[in-house]
């Protein structure tokens, strides 16, 4: 009968999920999200929130976690990731629960989790759900509190997670769902062995979701041990340049580029543009930051080592529109929702193209246009080429003609410009000797910075020494500056006209009169050679494809047009006959090779694809290793430490006598968890115990379920049941003549007491939602 009503139940939710989906795929007005198939709790959340329509990542992502698989999602900043994991999360749990921890959301830094539990929070403000923060920077007996109270959802950063499970020896056996955020960060800032101390801490049929704006080497590795058969989610248009992005690419002297970055910043800031600079190492930014501030314009800076107070501090300046300016790291820079970007400035060309695409995709969203804004010196000329062949898109350098509309359009920044921005960045040097210490701790950062960073492709390099180098020199001022040096613009096409200039006099031509006898010789010489030269001239100048066919003393004439010219022709018979053979001879090679080069022009299928280099970064594929392995990409840290770290990936281990794979950092005392491995002695102290003792609160033995204390005394009364009226009759004598025992409760008695209350609301509520569901099933039926 049990069994009857439980399939009864199942096909009825079945049925009524059937007709639920039914009914919101008609709703037009819903959008997608009825599509989807939510629960109305968490759907009135969206609504409330504001969401109309999900984005791409929450439409690939959301029914691929409901349906529990194992995802790697790789979208850009601001595309809606937090969003894309909350929903079905949310959706999976569904109610509250005593069990314990269900859902543990991974997060790098303190105010990307705040970020998410404020989502959270509002998301699920009609499900009942309880969440909980675990940051550094907490005080960590108010989150041992919060661990007490059993939340649903828990949002933390590793190394404090880390510290309460191994404080509180917490087992994580309730977990259901758990979600890397940022999940390029996480590995980055070191976090690698306290994510894998936390997997082995969960149950092995839990879901495990990573979401990243890049693909690391590390993630790729970590996935394969991680995940079970995982989905790689990435969104291909995400990826590529928006249309409506203007990019403008200016070069000039490696030396000027702090200069023309003045100019630039005053530039937009007159605009009023909300601008974006990315910088290579934390020291630029120091550097561009002070330099900016003489300049009188307001900055605000992110790097890695930022403190994360200032760090929220200057997010919310720039946000609020306090400060139009932002100079970042690339690490420091992800992971930082920034909406309504104008302008993005590359100070330093990014070393890989897909490094180009995540910073500049942060321009030019929802529709709006933006700029892209690049300076590259001489050896920043090869990463370049590789972006435009990665782009699949013609180099077009800028000339006299080119209009600001050009897209993607190389132009040379003009030199007078730069000259009065020297002038300024001379006098402030010159009353600042802080200035002068950020620079040279500028330039040592670069020359780390050099040696770590990848190399570009061989035939980049190539091309950057020849025909490149040239198309350069050649370049005109480009029109985003054209207005503002019209004086530029006569400059260099005179330089251009010098450079072409060869002299036809040679060295012993120079200073000497006309009765030197090295001057006669060269006049000899150049009577006689003249015409050989004029003739090689001509036939550089013009190449076999765009020479017309005409008969000169040079050529032989045809033997048909001989004939058809001359009534006899006289000739030697056996010179003749030998030459007319071998001329048929090779004028039928001749026809053959063209014949088979037209026939291959007819029938020629490409090697490779127009926009192979671009789709060779871009590629889908059902495997998970081959997609992840073309998806991934290295971005480089933004200081001494980090720089230092990358170079130096191994180090020497005394007692292993081998190189080994770490940061140094092992000296430090450690502890052995219960399955063998190692962890910092700081993560045990003790501070649990003594939080417990204050508190006047049991040990909860077991992490995740509720401590039933009813079973504990059960068990003591079944042992001794024979002697249950003679232990009451002894305790009631003792306490003759005591005072009576006190009815103020005690924290855990008031802590029990909620939980009970709470779980009987739960299930209550869950009997509610199923008898409304069996109600309108029984109304849809009848009608």
């Known amino acids: 009968m049990h069994n009857g009503e439980v399939g009864c139940s199942s096909d009825s939710e079945e049925l009524y999920d059937a007709l639920k989906s039914a009914q919101n795929r008609k709703q ?8 989807i198939g939510l629960d109305h709790t968490i759907f009135k959340g969206i609504q409330k929130k504001g969401f109309r329509q999900p984005t791409p990542i929450q439409r690939k992502a959301i029914p691929l976690i409901i349906d529990g698989k194992d995802i790697v999602a790789m979208s850009r900043t601001g595309s809606g990731k937090t969003a894309a994991f909350v929903i079905p999360v949310l959706q999976k749990l569904k109610i509250r629960d005593m069990k314990g921890i269900r859902a543990l959301i991974i997060e790098p830094t303190r105010e990307l989790a705040m970020q998410t539990f404020a989502v959270v929070k509002e998301l699920g403000r009609f499900t009942g759900l309880r969440c909980a923060v675990l940051v550094g920077g907490d005080r960590i007996e108010e989150q041992f509190q919060s661990v007490h109270e059993k939340p649903d959802i828990v949002i933390a950063t590793p190394g404090r997670l880390l510290h309460v499970v191994v404080e509180m020896d917490f087992r994580l056996s309730a977990v259901q769902i758990i979600v890397f955020d940022e999940a390029d960060r996480l590995f980055e800032m070191g976090f690698a062995e306290q994510l894998h101390e936390v997997l082995k801490r969960l149950p092995e049929n839990r879901q495990t979701l990573l979401f990243s704006a890049t693909l690391p080497k590390s993630i790729i590795a970590f996935s394969k041990a991680g995940l079970s058969d995982p989905v790689l989610v990435r969104l291909d248009l995400a990826e590529k340049i928006s249309d409506k992005l203007s990019m403008i690419f200016l070069h000039c002297r490696s030396d000027d580029k702090l200069a023309a970055f003045i100019h630039l910043a005053r530039k ?35 790097y890695s080592q930022l403190d994360s107070v200032a760090r929220n501090i200057n997010i919310q300046k720039f946000r609020k529109k306090e400060c139009s300016l932002l100079i970042v790291t690339d690490i420091a820079a992800r992971g930082v929702d920034i909406p309504l970007l104008d302008v993005a400035i590359n100070y330093h060309f ?33 990463y370049v080429i590789d972006l435009f062949l990665f782009l699949n898109r013609p180099l077009k350098f800028a000339t006299t003609s080119s209009v600001n509309k050009d897209d993607a359009l190389v132009g040379i920044f003009p030199d007078d410009i730069i000259d009065r ?32 960073r990848p190399q570009p492709s061989a035939e980049s390099v190539r091309r950057a020494k020849g025909e490149v180098k040239e198309a350069l020199f050649k370049a005109s001022v480009h029109p985003l500056l054209q207005q503002e040096s019209t004086e530029e613009t006569i400059r260099q096409s005179f ?31 150049r009577k006689a050679h003249q015409n050989y030269i004029q003739y090689k001239a001509a036939s550089v100048k013009y190449s076999d494809f765009d020479q017309p066919e005409i008969s000169g003393p040079t050529f032989e004439a045809d ?68 997609l992840a392995k073309a998806s991934a990409i290295e971005i480089l840290a933004d200081d001494e430490v980090g720089l230092y770290k990358q170079e130096k990936r191994k180090r020497w281990d005394r007692k292993l006598k081998k190189f080994v794979s770490g ?100 299930y209550q509520a869950y009997r509610r939602q199923q008898n409304m569901k069996k109600k309108g099933l029984t109304g849809k039926l009848r009608g």
Not at 428 to 434: G, I, L, M, P, Y
Request: contains cysteine.
């Open 421 to 452: 921005e020297i002038d300024f960045l001379k006098n402030v040097h010159d009353n600042s000797d802080e200035l002068d210490e950020l620079m040279k701790k500028s330039e040592n950062a670069m020359q780390k910075y050099k040696k770590t």
């Open 495 to 525: 330089l251009r006209d010098l450079h072409n200039f060869k002299s036809t006099t040679t060295i012993f031509e120079i200073q000497s009169g006309s009765k030197a006898l090295s001057a006669a010789v060269m006049k000899e010489k």
């Open 350 to 382: 990014p070393p890989k193209p897909k490094l180009f695409v995540h910073r500049v995709g942060r321009v030019a969203r929802a529709g709006r246009s933006g700029k892209a804004i690049s300076l590259f010196g001489a050896d920043e000329v090869p």
């Open 663 to 762: 940061n140094g950092d092992d000296s430090r005392k450690k502890i052995r968890t219960e399955d063998g491995t190692y962890l910092p002695a700081t993560y045990k102290s003790g501070r649990y115990e003594r939080w417990q003792k204050k508190q006047k609160l049991e040990y909860q033995n077991n992490g995740d379920e509720e401590t039933n204390d009813t079973q504990i005394k059960q068990h003591d009364f079944r042992r001794h049941s024979g002697n249950r009226k003679r232990r009451g009759r002894n305790r009631m004598e003792n306490k003759q003549g005591k005072a009576p025992r006190s009815e103020l409760r005690t924290s855990e008695q008031i802590l029990k007491q909620r939980n009970k209350k709470a779980k009987i609301q739960s």
């Open 268 to 302: 937009v800031v007159a605009a009023n543009e909300q601008t974006v600079v990315f910088c290579a190492t934390m020291k630029h930014v120091e550097y561009l930051a002070a330099i900016v501030e003489k300049a009188g314009i307001c900055c605000v800076v992110l």
């Open 559 to 626: 033997e048909d047009i001989l004939k058809n010219t001359f009534q006899t022709v006289i000739k030697s018979t056996k010179f003749s006959e030998v030459n007319a053979l071998t001329q048929k001879k090779n004028k039928g090679r001749k026809r053959k090779a063209e014949e088979l080069l037209e026939e291959k022009k007819k029938h020629f299928i490409a090697y490779a694809p127009a926009e192979a280099n671009s789709e060779r970064g871009l590629a889908v594929d059902n495997d998970f290793n081959a």
């Open 28 to 35: 037009r007005q819903a959008g997608g999200w009825q599509a």
